[in-house]
């Protein structure tokens, strides 16, 4: 599909055509390295998460040593991929339900070719986050309450403290998260009265409590919450 009036070349899709926007997960994708590509084994993954609707896609793409030859793979070679088994929404094993309670699809696809062993996995997964607690997150009003509280409770410390954004909320959040998966140094506590945490998520974190342990912080003595590692 092109988006009208194209009247260009016709070997390129049109972006319109997508109504997804992803963006790669590069901890969680893997390219092997230029001399083991297309041999026997050799697996391909790129995980991607989409900035509109915030599913979850992952591709693996793996040469078997099983089918086909691999030898006669050409550079040039178009996979011809045949459905060949799966779990979705409707069929006869039906979708699968992650601990988080996300819905993933999964579609597995051969090339027809009897040279060619590639296989293809394809998983879909819903977005991990409900819409509630996305607007417990980026909602101007509910995060202005908060702050106010946080503010009333603590006037001397936050005094002159500047009133976080959505953005501000979701970039402190995605850095606690990042440091405690990637950043052993500084994967510690965080203190329930430190300034940048209060007027994000509350006074203790209390009105986010049931968000953040579902994304792996637990409460310890002393209102301190930390990030398990998954």
Request: glycine content about 6%.
């Amino acid at each position: 599909m092109f988006a009208e009036p194209y009247d260009g070349s016709q070997q390129w899709l049109s972006p319109a055509a997508c109504q997804h926007v992803y963006v790669t997960k590069t901890n969680q994708s893997f390219l092997p390295p230029p001399d083991q590509r297309r041999g026997p084994g050799t697996t391909y993954k790129v995980a991607a998460v989409c900035s509109r609707c915030r599913y979850h896609l992952q591709v693996l793409v793996t040469y078997t040593a099983a089918t086909g030859q691999h030898s006669q793979n050409q550079p040039d070679h178009i996979h011809h991929l045949v459905y060949r088994s799966g779990r979705q929404r409707g069929g006869p094993s039906g979708e699968e339900i992650t601990p988080k309670g996300q819905r993933a699809e999964t579609f597995h696809y051969e090339c027809s070719y009897l040279t060619c062993s590639a296989v293809v996995s394809l998983r879909v997964v819903s977005p991990l986050l409900d819409a509630e607690w996305v607007r417990l997150l980026t909602d101007p009003e509910l995060l202005k309450q908060r702050t106010e509280e946080a503010i009333a409770t603590y006037p001397d410390r936050l005094e002159g403290i500047a009133r976080p954004l959505p953005i501000n909320v979701l970039a402190n959040l995605r850095t606690y998260i990042s440091n405690a998966l990637h950043d052993g140094q500084r994967n510690r506590s965080i203190s329930a009265v430190n300034k940048r945490f209060v007027v994000c998520f509350g006074v203790e974190g209390k009105p986010c409590k049931d968000l953040l342990e579902f994304l792996g912080f637990r409460t310890k003595v002393g209102a301190i919450f930390l990030l398990l590692k998954y």
